[in-house]
C-alpha cells in the first residue's frame, strides 16, 4: 500500500524551528520528486516547495525562501522541510505529496505558531 | 508570482453536468503547465484526480475528465453524484514553481 505519514507537527512560538518530516512507503520514493503544500485554517492549499529525485534540486515559493528548506533521504525514505523563523502566518496544516504524478498525500500534521 | 483563479463556488443538480475552470494571470493555460486537478473533502487531505491535462488515475472516476478549454484549464463532471460536492483545486506549473488556484467549492444540490 502506497503510504505517507507527516510527523513533527507541534505548537511552537513565533520566531521558532520546526522539522516536519513524511515517511513514505509502498512505492520507490527515491524514484519521484516530491512536494510540501500547506493549507492555513478555512483557507486553500499553498505549494511550499519541491525536490528532485536525488535531492540535488529544489525550488521554493518566496514565502518561505530563506527561511525553510526542503530536503530527502533515501536510504531512510523520507521527506523532510525546515522551517525557520516561523510567523502566525505560517500556521497551517502541512501536507507532502509526491510518488507517480502526485498519486500520493500524506493526512497531514498541524503546525499552529502562536506565544 | 503569477495568480492562478477559479470559480470560488458551483452548484450542480444531480446527475448534472459542470465544468470548473482554471486560469492565469500570465496568459492562455497551455499543456506545458501540465495542469492537475484535486479533490478534497471536508477534514479529508486531497486526493490527485488529473494530471498533465487529461490524464487520470486508477480511481478518478470516468465520469470527471479534464480538458484545456478557452485559454484555461477545465474540469468536468458529467452526471454528478452527490458524493462530488467537495473543494476542487487546480495546479499549474511556472519554469521550476508550481502554483495552487484558490479553489472552487462544488455542491451536488
Known amino acids: 500500500e502506497v503510504q505517507l505519514v507527516e510527523s513533527g507537527g507541534d505548537l511552537v512560538q513565533p520566531g521558532g524551528s520546526l522539522r516536519l518530516s513524511c515517511a513514505a512507503s509502498g512505492f520507490s520514493f527515491s524514484l519521484y520528486w516530491m512536494m510540501w503544500v500547506r493549507q492555513a485554517p478555512g483557507r486553500g492549499l499553498e505549494w511550499l516547495a519541491n525536490i528532485n529525485e536525488d535531492g540535488t534540486k529544489t525550488n521554493y515559493v518566496d514565502s518561505v525562501k530563506g527561511r525553510f528548506t526542503i530536503s530527502r533521504d533515501n536510504a531512510k525514505n523520507s521527506l523532510y522541510l525546515q522551517m525557520n523563523s516561523l510567523g502566525a502566518e505560517d500556521t497551517a496544516v502541512y501536507y507532502c505529496?509526491?510518488?507517480?504524478?502526485?498519486?500520493?498525500w500524506g493526512q497531514g500534521t498541524l503546525v499552529p505558531v502562536s506565544s | 508570482q503569477a495568480v492562478v483563479t477559479q470559480e470560488p463556488s458551483m452548484t450542480v443538480s444531480p446527475g448534472g453536468t459542470v465544468t470548473l475552470t482554471c486560469g492565469s494571470s500570465t496568459g492562455g493555460v497551455t499543456s506545458g503547465q501540465y495542469p492537475y486537478w484535486f479533490q478534497q473533502k471536508p477534514g479529508q487531505a486531497p486526493r490527485t484526480l488529473i494530471y498533465e491535462t487529461s490524464k487520470k488515475h486508477t480511481w478518478t472516476p470516468a465520469r470527471i475528465s479534464g480538458s484545456l478549454l478557452g485559454g484555461k484549464a477545465a474540469l468536468t463532471l458529467s452526471g454528478a453524484q452527490p458524493e462530488d460536492e467537495a473543494d476542487y483545486y487546480c495546479l499549474l506549473y511556472y519554469s521550476g514553481l508550481w502554483v495552487f488556484g484558490g479553489g472552487t467549492k462544488l455542491t451536488v444540490l
Open positions: 505529496a509526491g510518488g507517480h504524478k502526485v498519486d500520493s
